[in-house]
């Protein structure tokens, strides 16, 4: 059982909503500020007094690995625990990162600044904060709350969107596909590129799901696509154009990443240049579909929401 994950600035109302979850779903509630203060013996602005922040982030980091490796729990999160990538995927190997998307002018009415040393710059100092971290929580979140009236409707939107929770599917494709329609369309389809996302991105919200679509005419900013995928999507579905035949770089970059990908070729590969028929970065994806040419893309989207991984 995955665990559940309550992440956002300070005020938020995690701790809050994160007791009143676990007392519904009869789970263990645990808040990572006061776990830290049980393992250290000291207060969490002692631990800033005397080991700065980079310590504090430190040991945050070694208290939510242990947690990641548990399951069934719904955890509290510190407000910056996701600015670090590392926390992130720690995070989502075994849990549901929830969003608490307060507004800012809620948090700055109702904090109490006390004991809490990231707050003690005032109140433009805390906004800046807010609008820096906003990125790192969107990027995180598998689910965004945004009802705030009481903790039990707050509670009740959790509830209901992790109920309906999909996959996070990230789509690449890689040269030339940006000229789909144009590029010999008798062989890859006469519909544009622009085409193609919509279609994906539809299929996705039609199964609660999302799917990001990213196109690049260059090997390293693919790679780095992929690397960024970890902790931030379920799956990755890719056309690697001609990349396939010899970028070997891109399938280390697969393989090395904890994120299952699925590779897809719009045209029949084995039916072209004898050379197109061998695809170096297959071997690090968990199949390959081809011949099919838009459709492919979704049934390589099937496999994961059918359970594959």
């Known amino acids: 059982?995955?665990?559940?994950?309550?992440?956002?600035?300070?005020?938020?109302?995690?701790?809050?909503?994160?007791?009143?979850?676990?007392?519904?779903?009869?789970?263990?509630?645990?808040?990572?500020?006061?776990?830290?203060?049980?393992?250290?013996?000291?207060?969490?602005?002692?631990?800033?007094?005397?080991?700065?922040?980079?310590?504090?982030?430190?040991?945050?980091?070694?208290?939510?690995?242990?947690?990641?490796?548990?399951?069934?729990?719904?955890?509290?999160?510190?407000?910056?625990?996701?600015?670090?990538?590392?926390?992130?995927?720690?995070?989502?190997?075994?849990?549901?990162?929830?969003?608490?998307?307060?507004?800012?002018?809620?948090i700055c009415a109702s904090l109490d600044t006390k004991d809490r040393p990231l707050a003690q710059d005032g109140q433009q100092a805390f906004v800046a904060r807010h609008h820096?971290?906003?990125?790192?929580?969107?990027?995180?979140?598998?689910?965004?709350?945004?009802?705030?009236s009481t903790p039990e409707a707050t509670v009740a939107e959790i509830l209901e969107k992790i109920s309906e929770l999909g996959k996070k599917f990230l789509i690449i494709n890689g040269p030339n596909l940006n000229l789909l329609g144009k590029r010999n369309p008798e062989l890859y389809n006469h519909e544009s590129y622009?085409?193609?996302?919509?279609?994906?991105?539809?299929?996705?919200?039609?199964?609660?799901?999302?799917?990001?679509?990213?196109?690049?005419?260059?090997?390293?900013?693919?790679?780095?696509?992929?690397?960024?995928?970890?902790?931030?999507?379920?799956?990755?579905?890719i056309n690697p154009g001609a990349y396939a035949h010899y970028s070997y770089a891109i399938a280390d970059a697969l393989q090395e990443v904890d994120v299952p990908a699925f590779e897809v070729h719009i045209g029949n590969i084995h039916a072209q240049e004898s050379f197109r028929s061998l695809s170096v970065t297959a071997p690090a994806c968990v199949g390959q579909i081809y011949g099919l040419g838009f459709v492919g893309y979704l049934r390589a989207m099937d496999y994961f929401l059918k359970g594959g991984q």
């Open 194 to 237: 622009a085409s193609l996302c919509a279609m994906i991105q539809q299929y996705a919200v039609d199964h609660n799901s999302s799917a990001t679509c990213f196109q690049s005419n260059h090997e390293g900013a693919i790679i780095d696509q992929i690397q960024a995928a970890e902790g931030v999507y379920d799956a990755i579905v």
């Open 1 to 106: 059982m995955k665990n559940i994950i309550l992440i956002g600035m300070m005020g938020c109302g995690k701790t809050t909503a994160g007791r009143l979850l676990a007392q519904q779903l009869g789970r263990p509630f645990v808040d990572c500020d006061e776990l830290m203060e049980g393992h250290t013996g000291r207060t969490i602005a002692e631990i800033f007094a005397q080991d700065g922040e980079r310590g504090f982030r430190s040991l945050e980091s070694q208290v939510l690995e242990q947690l990641s490796n548990q399951e069934g729990l719904v955890i509290a999160t510190g407000g910056g625990a996701v600015l670090s990538r590392k926390n992130v995927i720690s995070l989502r190997r075994n849990g549901t990162l929830v969003f608490l998307d307060r507004p800012i002018d809620q």
């Open 132 to 148: 820096h971290r906003m990125p790192h929580y969107l990027t995180a979140a598998d689910v965004i709350i945004h009802n705030f």
